[in-house]
């Protein structure tokens, strides 16, 4: 199986700060990696496809880069209803796996 | 817009089946190709994916789970099923159903609210 690993898994930031959250596969996945974001007692949504391709609806201060094995979700411009655990998830060959989550949180 | 919805019992006993419905509405099964699964979370933990069934009726499993899982679909009431077999305590999980966006990178992009299911011993 590849192992997703998210770095790191919890941060502390405040509005309008720049936020990276950074994930790193086991091995090499192309650009087949997903992210979400998930709000407490809520299901995940996704944000960004194929790395870097924004789903529709989503606000543009969320984009993805990365190829290979490493892979960024960026925040231009935290905003208060960004305060969520974020997932990664490779689908370049199954099983489907998730990354352990980054929790963001206000300072 | 497209909306799913888990449906099932919330608490099933250890060594008994596991038996979830998602109900789709806002597309029609016998017309759509799309691809349709099942992703758990158990409580205070991270994302796990189970399986999906293509439209043509196509199943892939996570491995771990599938000697124990069947995902099947009912076009006729636009609804699909996840069967999990022989539960104990570690499947006590929240069972979400998605809709696989057709793209290369088949990720989800319509989640059911989820359901939680608790595994009695």
């Known amino acids: 199986d590849i192992q997703m690993t998210q770095f790191p898994s919890f941060l502390s930031a405040s509005v309008g700060d720049r936020v990276t959250i950074s994930c790193r596969a086991s091995?090499?996945?192309?650009?087949?990696l997903n992210w979400y974001q998930q709000k407490a007692g809520e299901a995940p949504k996704l944000l960004i496809y194929?790395?870097?391709s924004l789903q529709s609806g989503v606000p543009s201060r969320f984009s993805g880069s990365g190829s290979g094995t490493d892979f960024t979700l960026t925040i231009s411009s935290l905003q208060p209803e960004d305060f969520a655990t974020y997932y990664c998830?490779?689908?370049?060959?199954?099983?489907?796996?998730f990354g352990g989550g980054t929790k963001v949180e206000i300072k | 817009q497209l909306h799913l919805q888990e449906s099932g019992p919330r608490l099933v006993k250890s060594s008994e089946t596991l038996s979830l419905t998602c109900t789709v509405s806002?597309?029609?099964?016998?017309?759509?190709?799309?691809?349709w699964g099942w992703i758990r979370q158990p409580p205070g933990k991270g994302l796990e994916w189970i399986g999906y069934?293509?439209?043509?009726?196509?199943?892939y499993y996570n491995p771990s789970l599938r000697s124990r899982v069947t995902i099947s679909v009912d076009t006729s009431k636009n609804q699909f099923s996840l069967k999990l077999s022989s539960v104990n305590a570690a499947d006590t999980a929240v069972y979400y159903c998605?809709?696989?966006?057709?793209?290369?990178?088949?990720?989800?992009?319509?989640w059911g609210q989820g359901t939680l299911v608790a595994v009695s011993t």
């Open positions: 998605a809709r696989v966006l057709s793209t290369v990178t088949t990720p989800f992009d319509y």
């Open positions: 806002g597309v029609s099964f016998s017309s759509s190709s799309d691809y």
């Open positions: 069934m293509s439209y043509s009726g196509r199943t």
């Open positions: 091995q090499t996945i192309s650009s087949y």
């Open positions: 194929a790395a870097s």
């Open positions: 998830q490779q689908s370049s060959s199954s099983p489907l796996t």
